[in-house]
């Protein structure tokens, strides 16, 4: 019977096991001095070895002639196993079986001595989905089983177990496999079925496997099935992916802001049936590695495709657009029939210059807010030489406020804008632009990268106490969290001497600081950059 190759190559020995040496390399050691834990929980995300080592130390500890550790395959005792016939190791999926009843039927079991092993096995795989009251049922036999009897549990979701069955266990950590790992592993099963594949092919389902050998398995399968050999362009149309140059000539549209030819890529991506979904995680992937290598100074990330492309943006850019794109991923998820539709409106946004979506939305929200009502009426001083005029000839307002008014004065309240205006004129005659700011940003941008490749552009003006942090982006705003602002004081305080606490430091778009400061932006930076020419 023909056998799918995540099973025909599950590893039989510890050494086999793929990036996990942490974890095999102890077990191993645990195997030969006899000393094998009652009880243990393998936890890690799926296809990364749990239920491949549980079963190789069921085989190592019964096996009657083991080899450094591990399971020799040949004696009964191994060959009952590989068989899955032995009445011994017990295989069970907590899923389907949560209940207490099941946990009882096992606490009623363990006091029998083993059929024909030395010890009995009881594997429970994703044991996060017992229920309480079974949790509750096996904490005694977990805590204290009979000496021929070994729990190994195994979990992707380790927060769901409870604490008192955590410390009665001894537990493992699986890790996500790496490409390399990963590639060298298909290499070896490409050798012994006759599979001839592409290196690069090789890399493209190692990255979309996410860390699972059972994924990349069974996509390495399914590119073989063509019975020719796996070419990277064969992997990503079976697979519905993208390849490193398409991915490449997004984006060089996005950096070049030519959105027409972005969406003719996504087009073409749609129409030859690849999943949206997909080729969106390998975007954001491929500019996540762009950005990594930027961040690094080309130290890390500088052999993956994405590096060449990396010169195009800068720190900046790449976090506003990443931004736009995960939340994107999200509606995906949310309404994946939409997928495409957000996908374009994604792309359009990361094609335009930094400043005019922001622009353009602000521009949308003021068209379509409603037009408030005028809330005071026009002042019409009261003239002391003519008669007043009958009621029913002039508006109510007007008569109202000229008749309690005394002579020559403004009758009608001012706004709580108007105040605002008015104390923000008074306020910009203190107005000062900050001395030595330069320093203070290149302090941050030492020990802060992404808030440095924004604050760089700012200016600085004290004005009451306070200091106004001028963004010529408005997505450096967002970056500006309360330890970033605290970073800020502390930058200040090394540069200048001068003590401005986290709250006193207002961090503005151009529009709202000339509100605030009671100048034209131009005037304003003209005036801080004349002001650190004099210094």
């Not at 508006?395 to 403004?410: N, R, T, Y």
Request: one cysteine or more; charged letters at 25%.
């Amino acid at each position: 019977m023909y056998q799918a190759l995540y099973r025909k190559w599950r590893p039989a020995v510890f050494e086999d096991v793929v990036g996990q040496d942490h974890i095999t390399s102890v077990l191993k050691s645990e195997v030969q001095a006899g000393k094998i834990s009652h009880a243990y929980l393998f936890c890690g995300p799926r296809g990364t070895g749990k239920t491949t080592c549980a079963k190789i130390i069921a085989k190592a500890a019964n096996c009657l002639s083991p080899v450094n550790g591990d399971p020799c395959g040949k004696c009964a005792a191994c060959r009952s196993i590989d068989s899955g016939n032995c009445t011994d190791v017990i295989e069970m999926d907590a899923a389907s079986n949560n209940g207490v009843d099941d946990i009882r039927d096992i606490r009623d079991a363990v006091v029998y001595t083993p059929a024909e092993l030395k010890y009995r096995v009881y594997v429970i795989d994703e044991v996060h989905m017992l229920s309480i009251s079974a949790f509750n049922a096996l904490l005694k036999t977990l805590e204290e089983p009979p000496e021929h009897v070994l729990f190994i549990l195994a979990t992707t979701e380790l927060h769901k177990i409870p604490a008192t069955v955590l410390s009665r266990c001894q537990r493992f950590d699986f890790h996500r496999v790496s490409p390399d790992d990963m590639v060298s592993r298909m290499k070896k099963v490409c050798a012994g079925e006759g599979i001839e594949a592409e290196a690069e092919a090789l890399k493209l389902i190692a990255g979309l496997s996410q860390g699972a050998v059972r994924d990349a398995l069974n996509m390495l399968e399914y590119c073989s099935g063509t019975g020719g050999k796996i070419t990277l362009e064969s992997a990503s149309s079976m697979l519905g992916a993208a390849s490193s140059k398409l991915l490449g000539e997004i984006c060089t549209a996005i950096s070049s802001g030519d959105a027409a030819k972005a969406l003719e890529i996504t087009d073409e991506i749609y129409n030859s049936s690849r999943d949206i979904a997909v080729f969106w995680r390998e975007l954001i992937a491929f500019y996540r590695d762009m950005l990594v290598y930027i961040s690094s100074r080309g130290k890390v990330g500088a052999d993956r495709p994405a590096a060449e492309y990396a010169e195009h943006y800068d720190a900046g850019t790449l976090f506003r657009i990443l931004d736009i794109f995960i939340t994107t991923e999200s509606n995906m998820q949310k309404i994946p029939a939409s997928a495409k539709i957000y996908a374009e409106m994604a792309l359009i946004r990361a094609c335009e210059p930094e400043s005019a979506a922001p622009a353009q939305e602000a521009a949308y929200v003021q068209r379509a807010a409603p037009k408030p009502r005028a809330e005071t009426a026009r002042v019409t001083p009261a003239s002391p030489t003519s008669p007043a005029a009958p009621a029913a000839e002039e508006p109510k307002a007007e008569i109202s406020l000229s008749s309690s008014a005394p002579d020559g004065a403004p009758t009608a309240e001012k706004s709580a804008d108007d105040k605002t205006a008015e104390t923000a004129k008074k306020s910009a005659s203190g107005k000062l632009p900050m001395r030595r700011w330069g320093d203070v940003v290149k302090r941050i941008a030492a020990s802060d990268m992404a808030l440095g490749s924004f604050i760089r552009g700012s200016a600085a003006f004290e004005c009451d106490g306070c200091l106004y942090v001028v963004f010529d982006k408005p997505f450096g705003i967002s970056l500006m969290n309360d330890k970033r602002k605290g970073d800020v004081s502390s930058a200040i305080k090394e540069a200048t001497g001068k003590d401005f606490p986290p709250e006193k430091i207002l961090c503005l778009e151009h529009e709202k600081a000339e509100n605030m400061l009671g100048e034209p932006m131009e005037e304003l930076i003209k005036k801080f950059e004349e002001f650190g020419k004099e210094e």
